[in-house]
Each structure stands twice: as C-alpha cells, then as structure tokens.
C-alpha cells in the first residue's frame, strides 16, 4: 500500500460457485497484495483419544508440501522467485494461510494458495522429516519462559480440548502417519469451513473477473474413506469457560527474573458486556500511563513490565475468553508487587475510574482500525479474525461502536464483575529458588485477589511559526528520489537535512530524527551512554515530565521512542495526523530540550540493568554477542549497544546532558516525516524547532560541527579476523549455531553479491531450507544473517538444532558452505534474483515508518536517499561469473564459529 493516489479502501464479499466465501479488498494505487485462506479448525478439534494433538499445526507445516505431479517447481519456489513470502499460523480455533506479494502477481499468488490448501499429497515421503521438523519446534517451545508459562496456566484453568498445546506432544508428533492426516483434513479443511481474502489493486471489473474465475476453477475432494465416529466435531465442543474454582502454581525455569500471570474469565467477543470489561481492563493495564504501570514500572520500579490483554476463544459458537495480567520482574521484589497489586485493585474498586482514562482507552481501540490500513496484510487480517470469531467480516464493527458510546459507570460496573469471578495465578521463578519459599505469599496474595470483590500544564506545541534570516522554504534545494515519486530530501541549514513522503493513504504519519554518533563514537569506558541517552529523553523535557508527556502521547494513540544503533541514536514517533499540531511540539522539544531528571535517569538504569541480567538466560541473544565480540573484536562494532553495568552505574546526569548536547550541537542530523501532511504544512512546524538548533550552533561554533563530523567519518577501518571458535555452555533442549566470516562496510561494490546471496539462501524453498530442515531434520530455524553497517558487517548461517544433534548440525553447515563455495548456486537460481529483490523491496517497504528508517541511514551518512533502489540497479546488471567468483573467494576463509548450548 505504497502510493499516495488511493482515496479509500473498497470492501465485497462473495459467496462462490465452489462454496468458498470470498472477501475482495480493493486498495487502488496499491504495489502490494496479499491473499489469505481462514479455515474455522485448530488445535481445540483435536482429542488424545485419537492420538492426534498437534494435528492441525503438522497440517499446516504439510500443506507446504503440496506440489503435485504437474508442477515444474514447488509452489513455495515459485512464489520466492517473484518476491512473494508465504507463511501459515494455527490458533486454538483457526488457521490462517497467507501469501504477500507484489500486486501484479495477485493473480497468480491467488492460484498458487488455493492449489496448496485444495488436495494435498501427504507424501510418506514428507512426512518423517517433517515430523523431526516440528519435534525440534516443539523443543523450541520448551526452552521459551513465555511458552512455558502459558503452558503451565493453559493446564491450570483452559477447558477440555483448550488445555491442548497448539504444536502437540512429543509421542504424537513422533508418530503422526498420513492415514491420520487424511482422517483430520477430509473432516475439516473444506471450503465451506473457509473464508478467503483477496486484498490488493484489483484496477477494473475485468480484473476482479479474472480472480474469481482462478477461485472457482479450484474444489476440495471429499473423499470419505474413514469413520469419524470418534473425531471431534463442532458440535461436540463445549463452551469456552475457565475451571470452576480458582487456584494457582509455581513452577521453576533456567532465568534470571521471574514472571507473574493473573488470569479471570471474559465475557464472549459479541456479548454487550466484552467492550466494558476491556476498557477496564487495558484502562487498569495498558501503556506506560495505566495504573498499574505507573505503580509499579514508573513510580516504585519493582516490575520491568506489566500489562493487561484479553484472548477470545470459542469463536461465535462456543464465545468465551480470558483477561490477563502480566508482569515480569526480579524476584526479590516479589513480595511487593503482591502487596501493591492488591492495593491498587482495592482501591480502583472503592474509587472506579477517571473520565480521563476512559476517554484515553477509548480513544487507542479506535485509532487501531485506522493504523489497520498502513498494511493490507493487516487489513486484511482483521477482516479474517473477525469472520472466526463473530462468523462476519464486519463484527468487530459492532464492538468499536460500543466501545464508543461506553460511559463510566457501566466500565466500573465491569471491572468490579471482572474481580468477583474466580482468579487463577500463575508464577515463574529461576530455578535456584525453591518453591516452598514463594508458596506461602502466593497462596496469601492468591486469596487477596480472590476476596477483593468483598465490600470493602499543557504540553507545549509546535505552530507554524514563521523564521526569518533562515533559510526559507522557498530557497530550499529539493533533491526528490529518482525512484519514489512521493519522496524527496532537502539540506534544511547546514548539517541538518530533512526527508519527506507523502502516504494519504490513511492519516497517520511517522516522524523519526537521527543523530550521528551510537556505538561507534564509544568505547570501554563509554560504552552503553547513547542507549541510555536515547531511552531517558522520551522521559521528559522542559516543563512537561515523563507523567504528563505519556498521558497526552496515549490520550492521542500515538508513541514516541528512543532508538539507537552502531552508527546513530534518535527519536521515531508514529501518530494519527489530526494530532499533529501537538505531538509535533512533544517531539522536537523531547529531542531539543529533554530535561535528563533524576529519576528518570534511575529508572532507565534500573531497566536496563535488568535487560542485561534476562540476556544472561537467553542463549540467541548470547550466541550474537559472541558473533559480535569474534567479528569485530577491536572495534566499537563489538560492544554491547545496552553498555555494561559497571558503566551503568558510573554515568552521571552531567555526563548524559553534556554527550547530548555535544552530539546535538556538532553532528549531522536527519529529520525524516512519512504521512498524509502537506510538505508545506510540515515545513512550517519542523522549521522553527530546527532553525533554533541551528541558530544555537551557530553561537557554539559551527567549524566544531565539521571537525566532529570528521572524526566519526575517519574512524579506524575493521580489522578483519578469521577461523575462530567460541562455545557457552547453556543447558537448553536447543544448541544456537553461528558460522560466519566478517564483510564489507555498506559502500563496497561486493555488498550487491553477498545481498544476492543472503536473498537466494533466504526463504522456505532455498536450498539451505530445504536440506538442513526439509531433508536432513535438524531443526526447526535456518536462516542466512547478513548484517551490513557503515564501518563493516558479517555474513553467516544461524541454526537452532537438537542438542543432541548440533554436532552433525555443525558438519553439515560446513559442507553446505564448502558447496556454495564451489558453485552450489546455479545459474537458473542465480537468474530468479532480479524478480526475487524486486517483489521483496516493495513487500519490505508498506509502513511509514518502513520508508522513514530505509531513506534515512543511507541520506544521513552520503549514501543516499536512493541507496535501497541503487543497489537493486547493480543487482540487475550483476552477472553469474562475477556472482561465482566472489563467493569462491569469498568463502574461500576460514570460518568462524560460535556455538551456545550443552557440551
């Protein structure tokens, strides 16, 4: 949905000659599409009785298998090649198949899912690796804390068949047989049981005809060779209702903080009461303004997070759902968030809710519709959702509406409900505490939630305010992007440059600013300031505090971030356009004039103290700090963006407003804006804040901005290191395997070979998918990691294997290397690439803030605002023999090696 001609999004729904309900979303002016099947089956039609729990997830890995006799490549293959990404998910309820693709292969992309859903071989061939496949998911999910811990509720207070796990068990993974998967898709996976959505630049009737004539050329072949007296059916489900009693559990895991979730029944998605009951909830728990996060993240820092949810099962036959509350936090502090949490929800019960708040909540549920429309495929999604639970396309419709006429005493009506009901909690601990230690303050915080329904200054704006002795609009040199007629950059004053896109296609808008400096301009002593930096200036500026900027920023639906990286750190904001005028003003002041408070300054440590103890457990996070550490070695490339504790503590307020300014006041800096505005709008709002920054560099001496600028541009060129090993013993059911060689920075001409590379490597149907997942079983994660900065990168393979099978894991990585090396890509694969990057660039680039960020790095550091479109140029002129001559030498080096896991 990248253009800025379409107006409106145009929305039919079908009912096919072949019994397939069908949703046509017309998005004109649109480069992408995307098509989606929804079938009304998921893990909750499963029963142990018939052997088959996991069966719709393992169904929905062989329908990828689906290449039938006819076919000259795999339809996975043949989607990759023209840039198209096809992926599935399966729910309790649902599973949903999806393809994205650029727009003018709609068509095609629509044939190729129908055919891969409509009559799958089940080949035994298939299956036995696939089932090593999903056993090495399923391991996956049992070294994620998250996963387990909504296991361990899921088996605490899920009814019946929703106390199945989505991805099964080992003994009926390991034993899964075609004769069951025909049993479980014959009974489910029909049209009649489907909805298919359509979304894309449809450009006329014609057209539109065409689709519909490619969707009824396809049926499903029912062909009713088993008994299905004991398959579950519809109509044998019960109703979604949580266990009868409340209860709680402990249960240990390998990590550094502990996580606590609170569960409570919810109304059904289409009952009257569902809108009151969430906006209760998400008024209790959701964002950085809500009550219990202002209690306890901002004001007494015992939680990292917290957050409130709600999941709806059942679908509209058997509606219920659950409310969440979530937190992690160090288990020290344990002991007063239970304190706290009874507290605060005794008190919310005695006082109820403020207007304000309400009026905040509701404002975020309808904003989302609208953000809904940057991307089809979210749309899309929505339109998809809404079918498998309300059976109507337009039922989340009814919802918002009463989400908009909700008053105040009808949500604290629903919030005492909410409470009176049975409460289920369950927490993670790391496993060197004992959980005799916890019982008894659970079973005490327990029995307070379960008795608690017992009777008991304007933030400034930015205006268009005009400048005068500056540079005026008028003057302005415009360099607009040879390849993106909506986009352009201009120089605004010296060192200060400005993007611009304008996107009417929904009226939101990204803005995002970019400082040179980040990780590169540090060092040991340094290391980790522009991190804290870019977190601790969206925590406040002159005359407005953190309390009162997040209030107005989640009053208007709308976030404001920190961000940094090797080479920058800045802000990005992503906002609803009538908001403009205000969160314009909260953005240029936050990065101009942030007031570093004390406090927030403590808080943001404290945060990130706790990062870094998480990241202790985490074995991905730990193989890529060692990739770092062994890639770049001396270079600043190789520390830690977070920095360390030891620096942590050692920053002082003085030290963080003093790099601030010096960065503000002497690097180059980039303003980039991506929405529905006029530039000439935005000129005036962007140019008073900008022309004071400039004026203030002017009274500090601009030869400092040029000889500073000079400095990050002239830094030391990378060594490059080969054939080393690194190992971290881990006790994880997962081994994470890293090998790679150190790259280029982002200029050099044999970037374009390695980015061909990465891209035919890439994807479910490359040859490294294919062999180490499909073929061999090793595991579940394959990927190439191509990273590419301006000082230098690396390129490598990322595997997630067996612990038990890392080590053939490892060999096998190698020969695949040692292949490739002598010429494993052919070229009829290497001829797919031009169409591969093309369909990938426009799928990569839908969001605002997806144009913000690829225009901006490039812009800021000479490359180019064009840079992403150039380099696909090169790639398009790039021969085979060149493409094979750099990768033989190339990968002719020593590799380097990183493996995390158990001996």
């Not at 927490?427 to 915080?445: G, H």
């Not at 060192?495 to 970019?514: E, S, V």
């Not at 990286?565 to 609803?576: A, D, F, Q, S, V």
């Not at 997942?773 to 301006?790: K, N």
Request: with cysteine; glycine share 6%; charged share 25%.
């Amino acid at each position: 949905m990248n253009t800025n001609n379409q107006k409106s999004i145009e929305i039919q729904q079908l009912d096919l000659k072949n019994n397939l309900k069908t949703v046509f979303v017309n998005s004109r002016g649109s480069s992408v599409g995307c098509v989606q099947i929804w079938f009304r089956v998921g893990s909750v039609y499963e029963s142990k009785k018939e052997k088959n729990l996991g069966m719709a997830h393992f169904l929905e890995h062989m329908f990828f298998k689906n290449n039938q006799p006819h076919r000259k490549m795999p339809i996975v293959k043949e989607i990759e090649n023209y840039g198209g990404e096809i992926n599935a998910f399966t729910s309790f309820d649902y599973t949903c198949y999806y393809i994205n693709t650029p727009n003018n292969y709609l068509i095609k992309s629509t044939e190729l899912l129908l055919e891969m859903v409509s009559n799958p071989l089940f080949k035994e061939d298939d299956i036995h690796p696939e089932r090593e496949v999903v056993f090495e998911e399923y391991r996956r999910s049992l070294d994620g804390p998250g996963q387990v811990a909504f296991r361990r509720l899921q088996l605490l207070c899920f009814p019946g068949s929703y106390r199945n796990s989505i991805l099964g068990e080992e003994t009926t993974i390991k034993n899964f047989n075609r004769k069951a998967l025909v049993k479980f898709k014959n009974s489910f996976y029909t049209f009649s049981n489907a909805l298919l959505v359509v979304a894309g630049d449809f450009e006329s009737d014609k057209y539109r005809g065409r689709i519909i004539d490619t969707i009824e050329s396809f049926k499903i072949k029912q062909k009713h060779t088993f008994k299905q007296t004991t398959q579950v059916t519809r109509e044998d489900l019960t109703k979604f209702e949580l266990k009868k009693k409340s209860s709680f559990e402990i249960h240990q895991k390998d990590v550094n903080m502990s996580q606590l979730t609170i569960a409570i029944a919810a109304k059904p998605f289409a009952s009257d009461q569902a809108p009151n009951e969430e906006l209760a909830l998400n008024i209790l728990g959701y964002g950085e303004t809500s009550i219990l996060y202002k209690e306890l993240v901002t004001k007494k820092m015992l939680a990292n997070g917290v957050s409130c949810s709600t999941m709806y099962l059942g679908g509209h036959l058997r509606g219920g759902g659950t409310h969440f509350i979530k937190l992690s936090a160090p288990p020290e502090k344990l002991n007063d968030i239970f304190n706290s949490i009874s507290n605060i929800l005794q008190q919310t019960l005695k006082s109820g809710f403020l207007v304000a708040e309400l009026e905040k909540i509701k404002n975020q549920y309808l904003a989302v519709k609208i953000y809904d429309k940057e991307s089809l495929e979210s749309f899309a999604y929505s339109l998809g959702n809404n079918y498998c639970q309300t059976n109507d396309i337009y039922g989340e419709n009814n919802f918002l509406e009463k989400v908009a006429n909700a008053n105040l005493e009808d949500v604290n009506a629903a919030f005492k409900d909410i409470l009176s009901r049975n409460i289920y909690a369950s927490l993670q601990i790391p496993e060197n505490l004992s959980i005799e230690t916890f019982k008894l303050s659970v079973n005490k915080f327990h029995d307070q939630l379960v008795n608690l329904s017992l009777p008991i200054h304007e933030p400034s704006t930015a205006t268009a305010t005009s400048t005068t002795g500056l540079t005026s609009k008028s003057k302005l040199t415009i360099n607009k992007s040879k390849f993106d007629p909506n986009a352009f950059v201009c120089e605004l004053f010296p060192g200060i440059k400005l993007i611009y896109r304008q996107n009417t296609i929904t009226p939101t808008f990204a803005i995002h600013a970019y400082i040179k400096g980040g990780l590169v301009c540090e060092n040991e002593e340094n290391n980790g300031i522009h991190n804290i930096i870019s977190n601790v200036i969206t925590r406040g500026y002159t005359g407005v505090s953190y309390n009162k900027l997040q209030t107005e920023l989640e009053g208007f639906s709308s976030s404001l971030n920190g961000i940094c990286g090797k080479n920058t750190y800045g802000l990005t904001m992503h906002g609803l356009s009538k908001f403009s005028n205000k969160l314009f003003g909260h953005f240029f002041e936050s990065l101009l004039n942030p007031t570093f408070a004390t406090k927030e300054i403590k808080h943001e440590r404290e945060m990130i103290y706790r990062l870094l103890k998480n990241q202790q457990k985490d074995p991905i996070k730990q193989c890529f700090k060692l990739v770092s550490k062994l890639i770049f070695k001396n270079h600043p490339y190789s520390l830690d963006i977070e920095g360390s504790k030891k620096n942590l503590a050692r920053f002082c307020t003085e030290e963080l407003i003093n790099t601030h300014k010096m960065r503000l006041n002497s690097s180059e800096i980039l303003v980039a804006y991506c929405g529905s505005m006029t530039f000439e709008k935005f000129y005036n709002y962007a140019i008073d804040p900008l022309s004071r920054l400039y004026k203030q560099r002017i009274s500090n001496n601009l030869k400092f901005l040029k000889s500073e600028t000079s400095k990050i541009k002239q830094k030391l060129e990378m060594d490059h290191f080969y054939g080393q090993k690194e190992f971290l013993e881990f006790a994880r059911e997962q081994s994470q395997i890293f090998v790679g060689l150190p790259t280029f920075d982002m200029k050099n001409k044999n970037e374009i070979y390695l980015k061909i590379l990465t891209t035919l490597l890439s994807g479910q149907s490359s040859t490294l998918f294919t062999k180490m997942r499909d073929q061999l079983g090793l595991c579940y994660t394959v990927s190439p990691v191509h990273f590419s900065a301006l000082n230098g990168g690396y390129f490598g393979i990322y595997m997630a294997s067996g612990y038990d099978k890392s080590m053939k894991a490892l060999d096998e990585l190698k020969k695949f290397i040692e292949n490739i090396k002598n010429g494993g890509i052919k070229e009829r694969e290497f001829n797919t690439i031009k169409s591969m990057i093309e369909g990938q660039t426009k799928l990569s680039l839908q969001y605002n803030d997806d144009y913000a960020s690829t225009y901006s790095i490039p812009e800021l550091h000479g490359i180019g605002i064009d840079h992403i479109y150039k380099v696909n140029e090169l790639i398009k002129k790039a021969t085979y023999k060149n493409f094979h001559q750099f990768i033989s030498q190339f990968l002719s080096q020593p590799l380097n090696v990183v493996v995390v896991g158990k001996k």
